[in-house]
């Protein structure tokens, strides 16, 4: 790639790292301290992530009409800039209610980030490249992930030192993407709309959204809890997840070479078995070390798929609002089962919804032959 395409990729992978990988993911990561200092439920922690998802869905909407009528760059740095200030809140927070006002922010900041990105991207990257840079910025939620594990042991337990570094981490991304920005050629126009199947990718993406939820949030609770893993061990649960997402980086090459919806079913098909075997033997690290990679490369590769799908920030925008809609709903059902079945039931209903979402709604036969 040529030398402001590079920082434009690098510069939208900090972004997507600060506000997917530390200020929405982290929150699944730091989970069972937020549970010991401030105790909370299974059934709270659910709705608290719930609640995160629903500002993500309020700032997704809002980022939409910011990037089309405003500016792709301001919003992008906007983004990061809710990110500096939620993470901020959650490592000040001294109670339960300021850690849900820092959740809420945080979980803003993820909402406005993708669809400047894919705009920036559009304007700033060749055709030919194009669809590579999006895979490769997309895949920023990987790297995200694989800095917050490190950081759960580095911290010594001390959680809030953790989300301090975020907050300094999110400022960093919020220059690099307002310099980068300064150098891309002014947009030319409204391009014209790819998305004509974008009804049933926003169904697609919201059964997604809902069968990932159980991992999302409670994944490195369960290790922990069930499970009895150490600091080191749940730690590193992490860091693989988030290694793995980063593999995703190369989807945008592999769709282009068998089509979206022929990738769709094996990804969602390794969704489902990640999330059911880590539920099985929650306590043997080898399975969930490899539950963990699955989950974490197809996970991130079936977000790739809907960027791609889409094309357009508005449609992009779509997608993603349907995604944390199907988490909204799925994280606070998936605490529920938990207090009142168990882990296994509740794992394992997600992953059924993950191996039926193919069936539920197939990728449009047209964004299957870009």
């Known amino acids: 790639m040529r030398t402001v395409e590079s920082r434009l990729v690098a510069a939208g992978v900090a972004v997507i790292a600060v506000t997917y990988g530390l200020c929405r993911y982290a929150y699944g990561l730091y989970l069972p ?10 059934s709270v922690a659910g709705a608290l992530a719930s609640a995160g998802y629903a500002a993500y869905c309020l700032a997704v909407l809002l980022s939409a009409a910011l990037t089309a009528r405003w500016s792709d760059r301001g919003t992008a740095v906007l983004a ?24 809420l922010v945080a979980g803003a900041s993820t909402g406005l980030a993708t669809p400047p990105l894919v705009s920036m991207v559009n304007r700033g990257v060749g055709e030919a490249r194009r669809g590579a840079a999006q895979a490769i910025v997309n895949s920023g939620t990987g790297v995200g992930v694989l800095v917050s594990g490190p950081s759960a042991v580095f911290a010594s ?50 059964v997604v959204g809902a069968a990932s939820a159980a991992y999302v949030t409670f994944g490195r609770d369960l290790v922990v809890t069930v499970g009895g893993f150490g600091g080191v061990e749940s730690a590193l649960f992490w860091i693989v997840l988030g290694a793995a997402g ?22 969602t098909g390794a969704l489902a078995v990640a999330t059911v075997s880590l539920a099985v033997a929650p306590d043997s ?16 590769a079936l977000t790739t798929v809907m960027v791609l799908a889409a094309g357009e920030p508005s449609a992009v925008a779509a997608s993603f609002l349907a995604l944390s809609a199907g988490q909204l709903a799925g994280a ?6 938990i207090d009142g079945a168990g882990w296994l039931p509740a794992f394992a209903a997600a992953a059924l919804l993950a191996v039926a979402a193919p069936s539920v709604v197939a990728v449009t036969p047209a964004l299957s032959r870009r």
């Open 33 to 42: 301290e937020f549970r010991a200092e401030f105790g909370l439920t299974a």
């Open 80 to 103: 990061a800039a809710t990110a500096a200030v939620g993470t901020a809140l959650v490592a000040a927070a001294g109670s339960g209610p300021a850690l849900a006002v820092g959740v």
């Open 157 to 206: 337990g001390n959680w809030r030192v953790a989300w301090a570094l975020f907050a300094a981490l999110s400022l960093a991304a919020t220059c690099a993407v307002a310099l980068v920005g300064r150098e891309l050629p002014s947009r030319q126009g409204k391009r014209p709309d790819r998305s004509r199947g974008a009804p049933r990718l926003v169904v697609a993406s919201a």
């Open 246 to 267: 980063i593999v995703a980086a190369v989807t945008g090459d592999v769709v282009a070479s068998v089509g979206l919806a022929r990738a769709w079913r094996p990804l």
């Open 285 to 300: 690290v080898l399975l969930a070390m490899v539950s963990a990679a699955v989950f974490g490369a197809s996970y991130v």
């Open 332 to 337: 606070a059902v998936v605490g529920w089962v």
